[in-house]
């Protein structure tokens, strides 16, 4: 027992002369400074109490600042969520499918900020003439080449499309448009968004309210087929 208590001695005696060697050896290992116990005096263990207390504030400034962020996520995810709600129940309110698509480009405009909404119908719509922001293309059309790769996509496309998808999108403004969320919506066509932004939408975004929107859509004109 006394021979361990005098290695013991030791090895605590050389762990001090290295760390007097290496003073920077903490901030290696910042973990290791929290679990020391450092004795309340005065004097040189001071400054190791310092570095603790500066290590968890720097914990706690890192976790409000993630508290922050996800508090501001959740109520933008909150207004995104009453936005479709509201949505859905002025697509159902519509009485003819003219109605709807109208209602739907106000509300891509107004909630995603949009610069340019587009819809590209498989099937054309009553009452609706010459209208800048909708065409009418068979899905089995030449016209939809550049689409063939994503019309079995369910889920939104974000980012910069082909310059043929775009040209196809919005013709003569296809070069004003540098960002784009598109929905493919099965046996309807298709919707986009379009940004002067190039970075208003991108790839990796969350299009869960996008979708949400798509699907509304699709159920509302479905009654009037």
């Not at 995810?77 to 739907?104: G, P």
């Not at 065409?135 to 043929?164: T, W």
Request: a negative charge; charged letters at 20%.
């Amino acid at each position: 027992m006394e021979f361990d208590g005098i290695t013991e001695k030791l090895r605590a005696h050389e762990v001090a002369t290295w760390l007097r060697r290496h003073p920077a050896f903490l901030q290696q290992f910042p973990d290791l400074a929290q679990s020391l116990v450092v004795p309340r005096e005065s004097g040189a263990t001071a400054s190791l109490a310092s570095y603790q207390l500066e290590i968890l504030r720097e914990k706690n400034r890192e976790l409000n600042q993630r508290l922050h962020e996800l508090f501001a996520t959740a109520q933008d995810n909150e207004r995104l969520a009453v936005r479709a709600h509201q949505l859905t129940l002025a697509l159902m309110k519509q009485t003819s499918a003219a109605d709807t698509l109208r209602a739907m480009a106000a509300a891509l405009v107004e909630d995603f900020h949009g610069d340019l909404v587009r819809f590209v119908l498989f099937h054309p719509v009553a009452a609706i003439d010459d209208a800048d922001w909708l065409q009418v293309i068979a899905a089995d059309s030449p016209r939809l080449a550049s689409f063939r790769d994503i019309m079995g996509n369910p889920e939104p496309i974000c980012g910069r499309l082909h310059p043929d998808k775009n040209t196809l999108l919005y013709g003569m403004r296809a070069d004003d448009v540098q960002s784009t969320a598109l929905l493919v919506l099965p046996g309807v066509g298709l919707v986009a968004v379009g940004s002067c932004d190039g970075n208003r939408f991108y790839p990796g975004m969350g299009t869960l309210f996008l979708r949400m929107m798509g699907e509304a859509l699709a159920a509302a004109l479905q009654r009037f087929q």
